[in-house]
């Protein structure tokens, strides 16, 4: 991989009113609160559902003329500590944000949605600036010491808590000698998108159609992912205007059923609809006539044969019926409260079976993995310079 410093555009406001989730993990609710903040990331990343009657240019513009957004003074590689906590235990991960080459050594692994991209494109072609990350994992168990003992060594430039626990550190590292280490230690490293497919697919737009050396490179995240501070779930699904208990008998046909009260971690595909669990497990006749001889991934059994064969969904009807989301409890209470119909809950990704995968050049269907935790965007924006 080629990463390189930059000069960031950073929030002279308080940090913890200008940092989001990833636009696409954002419920309606934070969405509301973050919006209300004096100068937040969203209102930049998600126009599509903005009302100040602006567009992102223009606010971008008011913000840099109003001092709310400035040039950093000096080329950096920014350095983020992220703590959290698993059963009261505190767990830690490195990582770097820089500008990387696009087109360089980076591998895709999940199909994407063409309106995502034409999105994502449309928006940062009208800034002229990425404002948000994409998430790259290095299959380095070195790369996180190496950034940890750097970190060691830097003053904390500013830090903040995100709602759920997370613990954020950032650093900027100026030290060339430091950044050339850096940029040796992935020369030879192969890099995985693990979040941010859609934005990536849009920057390569961009870079093949206008020609453009600026999007040339995109802002980007980079970890190990071996660590103990990376965790990959499934992305769970909501559905919507279908009824699973009045489609069990195509159900059956396809899939063994085992109704619990309860769910277990035993890496099995469920669903829950009516405050039931249903651990479906596929037919071997149903794989292999769907399949063939190749070993399908979780999601691919949920699309193929739950969605397409027992459902009879199409392709534009699973987009307009079907929503994902990031937390199983979030899902569960979303049936609860009748926001959906029943949900599909995904199990946990083992890293070596991930890896595995992607070195085969394997795509999985979209929204098949969830890395955790994730990289708030606000943290520093990669701006066309003035």
Known sequence: MNVKEFKPYLFSCDIRDVVSPPFDTITPEQEKKLRSAKCNITTLSMPESGNTGMSPKKILEKWLKDHLVYEYSRDVIIILKQIFYINKEAVSRYGIISLLQINGA??????????????????????????????????????????????????????????????????????????????????????????????????????????????????????????????????????????????????????????????????CIRVYSRGLFYRLIPKEYAINETFGPSKPLSTEIINRILFENAFGLSREEMETKIGFIYNTTDAINAVDSHECEFAVLIPPWHKDDFLNLTMQNRIFPQKSTYFYPKIPSGIAIYCRPS
């Open 106 to 267: 980076i591998s895709a692994h999940e199909n994407t949605f063409d309106k995502q991209v034409r999105e994502r494109q449309e928006i940062m072609e009208e800034l002229q600036a990425e404002p948000e990350p994409i998430f790259i994992v290095i299959p380095d168990n070195s790369f996180d010491k190496l950034i940890k003992r750097y970190a060691s060594d830097l003053e904390e430039k500013f830090k903040f808590e995100e709602p759920r626990g997370v613990e954020n550190y950032v650093y900027f590292l100026d030290d060339p000698r430091r950044i050339i280490r850096i940029k040796e230690s992935l020369e030879n490293v192969q890099g995985i998108v693990a979040d941010g497919h859609h934005r990536t697919q849009a920057i390569k737009n961009l870079e093949a159609e206008t020609g453009d050396s600026f999007w040339n490179y995109a802002l980007a995240y980079t970890t190990s992912i071996y660590g103990n501070g990376l965790m990959i779930g499934g992305v769970d699904r909501l559905v919507y205007r279908l009824n699973f208990e009045e489609n069990l008998n195509r159900i059956k046909n396809l899939f063994d059923i085992y109704t619990e009260k309860t769910m277990e971690d035993d890496g």
